[in-house]
């Protein structure tokens, strides 16, 4: 697809393909450093500083079509449903390191304010979703804000009707000020 001259990727549809090897350009992530269940991600001793004779460092959190999403607290609104609360605890207690979020296909409403947290993460696939415009904070990505995902590098977002539809005519826009702040979007 094309906006404002500016070639902007449309995602595959190759969900078979391991998020590790999807993304194993980024520095350090491979199966060791990748997990695909909040429950081993959150696991003592699995992860860690990475330094020697340690656990390593969690890169990759692979939660794509993920059963793990589904809310199991019976006070919440969202109960059986996807949820991102489990999400939000799980990256508040090992997101430090975490370079490549994959969250895609999961019916997320919302994605949890922690994740722009994350300094060090390059890559968040959160297409296939119903998140909404107030969930991706459009201005600061594009100035680059130091304090909102300074190293992300890619963005998808596609398949988020609610995203598309808060856009609006401005999309192409958005897009193409992003690419220009060195974020390629996937909208």
Request: proline share 3%; hydrophobic share 45%; glycine share 10%.
């Amino acid at each position: 697809m094309v906006v404002d001259g500016l070639v902007v990727s449309r995602r595959s549809s190759s969900s078979s393909t391991s998020t590790s090897s999807r993304y194993a350009s980024i520095a350090g992530v491979n199966e060791r450093t990748t997990s695909y269940s909040l429950l081993d991600a959150n696991a003592p001793n699995r992860y860690g500083d990475g330094g020697e004779g340690e656990a390593p460092r969690l890169l990759a959190l692979a939660l794509a079509e993920s059963e793990d999403l589904r809310c199991v607290d019976i006070m919440c609104q969202f109960v059986g449903d996807a949820c991102a609360c489990r999400l939000a605890r799980v990256l508040d207690r090992r997101g430090k390191w975490l370079k490549v979020l994959d969250v895609r296909g999961n019916g997320l409403r919302a994605l949890p304010g922690v994740v722009w947290e994350l300094r060090a993460l390059e890559v968040l696939d959160a297409s296939d979703n119903a998140i909404g415009i107030e969930d991706v904070p459009f201005d600061a990505l594009i100035e680059r804000d130091r304090n909102v995902a300074p190293n992300l590098r890619v963005l998808n977002i596609s398949g988020n009707a609610r995203i598309a539809e808060g856009l609006g005519a401005k999309r192409g826009e958005v897009v193409l000020a992003l690419a220009r702040a060195g974020v390629e979007v996937v909208a």
